[in-house]
């Protein structure tokens, strides 16, 4: 399989970011880690190999990018406003570096965004947020409201809230979005979710499903057998989705 590594300095972040890109045509693949998680884990995880064939074949390029939750969404050291300041700084530069990369890696138009569980979050947050970029998205185990604590898993930012994070909500701020242009882009992709019967963040998936059945955008939801919150699980689910 053709595997490139790339690592340049980041002006939006600050600092040097890393990736990878597994392929060399098909529909780009914009791929978010787990919680605190690197580029290097989707192929460590073993979900490079479980769509080896897709990827061979020309018909998928991945592109699996770092994570900063560490110094934000995830750092309970910072102020809660300096979080979400962080994570739309990592959104900018997914946006303006990463995005016009892989467009020069690749001019193929088409791109999907894909996670697993705090990666998932990523995939449908910056989808739904940039509908004009994305056709479909793909998000496995994924929590949608960061903000409140579900079963063991705190909220993100203690007790404050303001809009930022309402705009970085999927569940808060989609049952409220009326734009019609961008309400058309959102319809014209299709969102995948998967997770597990006994998985926590089951609600958020149904509460998501929910909202996006209200604004009439394609997507299913497929809930699995069991928590079903492992890389062995996302192995098959992304055999399935991807």
């Not at 040097?16 to 460590?44: C, I, S, Y």
């Not at 190999?49 to 995830?74: H, I």
């Not at 990463?98 to 965004?113: C, E, G, H, S, Y």
């Amino acid at each position: 399989m053709h595997r490139e590594y790339h690592k340049w300095f980041s002006h939006h972040l600050n600092r040097d970011m890393e990736l990878l890109v597994f392929g060399q045509t098909g529909a780009r693949v914009l791929v978010f880690p787990t919680r605190r998680g690197r580029f290097f884990d989707f192929e460590g995880f073993g979900l490079v190999d479980a769509v080896a064939d897709k990827v061979n074949s020309g018909n998928l390029q991945l592109f699996c990018v770092d994570s900063v939750d560490a110094e934000g969404l995830y750092s309970r050291w910072i102020p809660p406003q300096e979080r979400i300041t962080r994570h739309l700084q990592f959104e900018q530069y997914v946006l303006d570096e990463v995005l016009p990369f892989t467009r020069l890696k690749n001019p193929q138009p088409f791109m999907i965004a894909l996670g697993c569980s705090f990666g998932a979050f990523h995939a449908v947050n910056i989808a739904l947020r940039h509908p004009q970029w994305f056709g479909k998205v793909v998000a496995l185990s994924g929590r949608y409201d960061l903000s409140t604590p579900v079963d063991c898993f705190r909220g993100l930012f203690d007790t404050y809230y303001d809009d930022t994070i309402y705009y970085n909500t999927p569940t808060h701020f989609l049952p409220n979005l009326h734009d019609d242009e961008t309400l058309a882009l959102l319809r014209r992709m299709h969102i995948l979710l998967a997770v597990g019967q006994e998985d926590p963040f089951l609600d958020n998936n149904r509460a998501l499903s929910y909202s996006l059945t209200e604004k009439h955008i394609p997507h299913n939801l497929y809930v699995w057998e069991g928590r079903a919150h492992k890389a062995d699980d996302w192995q098959q689910m992304v055999k399935v989705y991807l």
